[in-house]
């Protein structure tokens, strides 16, 4: 058994419940162990390196404290996280801030959505696959923190990563290239500045639209959340019927492995994938 700390941060706890429970429940499935951390606090994501250059490290340094004091890699789920947890790492190890919180930089952090990707894993869940994903068509949406920037993130192919599409096409998709994969969703402009998101969100939708893909595949919440609750809003901007699922990859290998409470997982979800999933025989 696979042991990991595990750090599902705020956003799962909350807006983003599907995710955190999908990723528990595929790491069930795949004889993983999550022990989540304990006495974990928030990373500071989205506000605290924008206000504060001290607490964006120390937030983030705590967490990574406390995982230090096991021998367990830290499966973050959370891309802002991830991120927070690897921009602290940087400014301790290689540029020697110091913080309130003894970490020494001994714990390796990995985002979920890169260690799912692993091919050993992948090849475990393919021994696991009972209902694989035929007819769907998907694009991989990754988003900008997964992959950036890569002296953090150590992605090669940061400008077209591809890890996310060949899981999803092990799971038996058919995935659809296309060039708006790491485009930004506008991330929290969502509140402050809706113009430019519904922009930035419309192109993404629009794009997505016209690739004939039924459904957007994510690894991050607040891409998920910004593409999939304002969908209908940014259909009155453009004037067009998107009505694409916006679906996390562990969702996806859940139902590929038939999980027990995808239909709850799905549910939670503003553009309804229960439709499209029915029709292509997958529920």
Not at 114 to 139: C, N, R
């Amino acid at each position: 058994m696979k042991e990991f700390s595990y750090f599902p941060g705020c956003s799962l706890e909350g807006t983003s419940k599907e995710f955190d429970e999908s990723v528990r429940g595929v790491s069930d499935l795949l004889d993983i162990r999550l022990d989540e951390l304990d006495d974990w606090s928030c990373c500071g994501a989205t506000s605290a390196h924008c206000i504060d250059e001290n607490l964006a490290v120390e937030l983030p340094a705590r967490n990574l404290a406390i995982a230090e004091r096991t021998d367990r890699d830290l499966l973050v789920p959370c891309a802002s996280c991830y991120s927070r947890f690897k921009a602290a790492e940087y400014e301790i190890k290689e540029n020697g801030k110091k913080t309130s919180f003894p970490y020494k930089g001994n714990v390796r952090i990995r985002f979920a959505l890169d260690y799912f990707s692993d091919q050993s894993v992948i090849e475990e869940v393919k021994k696991k696959l009972v209902k694989p994903l035929s007819g769907l068509k998907a694009v991989c949406y990754y988003g900008c923190l997964p992959v950036r920037p890569p002296k953090l993130t150590r992605i090669k192919n940061y400008e077209n990563p591809t890890h996310m599409d060949h899981l999803v096409e092990e799971l038996g998709a058919e995935v659809i290239p296309w060039s708006y994969k790491t485009d930004c969703c506008g991330a929290s402009l969502m509140v402050t500045r809706i113009d430019i998101f519904k922009k930035l969100v419309g192109r993404i939708l629009s794009k997505a639209k016209e690739t004939g893909a039924d459904c957007v595949v994510v690894g991050c919440s607040m891409c998920q959340m910004n593409l999939d609750t304002r969908q209908e809003d940014v259909e009155q901007e453009l004037g067009e019927k998107l009505n694409l699922p916006i679906l996390y990859y562990t969702e996806l290998m859940g139902l590929a492995m038939g999980h027990r409470d995808v239909g709850k997982w799905f549910k939670r979800h503003f553009v309804d994938p229960l439709p499209l999933l029915n029709a292509k025989g997958l529920m």
